[in-house]
């Protein structure tokens, strides 16, 4: 039944609606109020291809925006996967307001609550299994936590960025904040070749969303319009 999107995968036929998610819409606000409050971003990511393409598509999307942030990729061999305190004490130290982790998170029960105490909330946007209980983010947006509906369990965490973009832009749109401080829109569709990247690199099913995410990642790719990406792409032939 489903040959058509499989053989002709259109990201406008299959993307959903990014509130799905659970915990979106409230990951969104809170970052529309960072915005405007000239809040100082930290992104918190993981040293493997899909928590650096995550990380990348957020540092991106900020940039464009004119916003100050933060990025921290853990040592893999010292600090190990995921957010730790001592990670979350080094990132403080740059007097952080809003704390996202991406590609990771979802079990880091001391590291948010570290972040708590020093009042700084935390954004987690993660697609690894979780349990029942979750640690005390300010929002979880997980398609693989076992309260969301969202059946949208086969993206990476670039996959999972990507929404929470989508939301996020959409969010900033209806407020007219980019009229308002005289800038384009950034244009989503060229972020794709990044979330392609973390896509097929975490090897999860390219069926669905993810398959028309590749398609129209691949096309972007090819027209070698982030730097970072082509320099690998010419260095690697």
């Known amino acids: 039944e489903d040959i058509e999107n499989y053989l002709n995968p259109a990201i406008k036929n299959l993307l959903p609606n990014p509130s799905i998610l659970k915990g979106m819409d409230k990951a969104s606000s809170r970052t529309v109020k960072a915005i405007i409050n000239k809040e100082k971003i930290g992104i918190f990511g993981d040293y493997d291809v899909d928590g650096a393409s995550s990380t990348a598509l957020l540092g991106t999307y900020f940039s464009h925006l004119g916003l100050e942030y933060e990025i921290y990729i853990p040592d893999r061999r010292l600090e190990g996967f995921g957010p730790s305190i001592k990670g979350f004490e080094n990132m403080m130290k740059k007097e952080l307001q809003l704390l996202f982790t ?39 947006v997980n398609p693989n936590q076992l309260d969301d509906k969202s059946n949208l369990n086969n993206l990476c965490a670039a996959g999972v960025c990507f929404m929470f973009l989508i939301s996020l832009n959409r969010s900033l749109r209806e407020i007219n904040w980019f009229a308002n401080n005289n800038l384009k829109e ?52």
């Open 102 to 140: 991406v590609d990771c998170g979802t079990m880091s029960f001391e590291a948010i609550d570290f972040a708590n105490k020093k009042k700084v909330d935390v954004l987690v946007l993660d697609h690894h299994q979780s349990e029942v209980k979750l640690p005390d983010a300010h929002s979880i």
């Open 186 to 237: 950034p244009d989503l569709i060229e972020y794709l070749d990044l979330v392609s990247l973390g896509t097929v690199c975490d090897v999860v099913p390219l069926t669905g969303i993810n398959r028309a995410i590749v398609k129209q990642g691949l096309k972007i790719l090819k027209s070698k319009k982030n730097l970072g990406l082509k320099t690998l792409l010419d260095v690697s032939k």
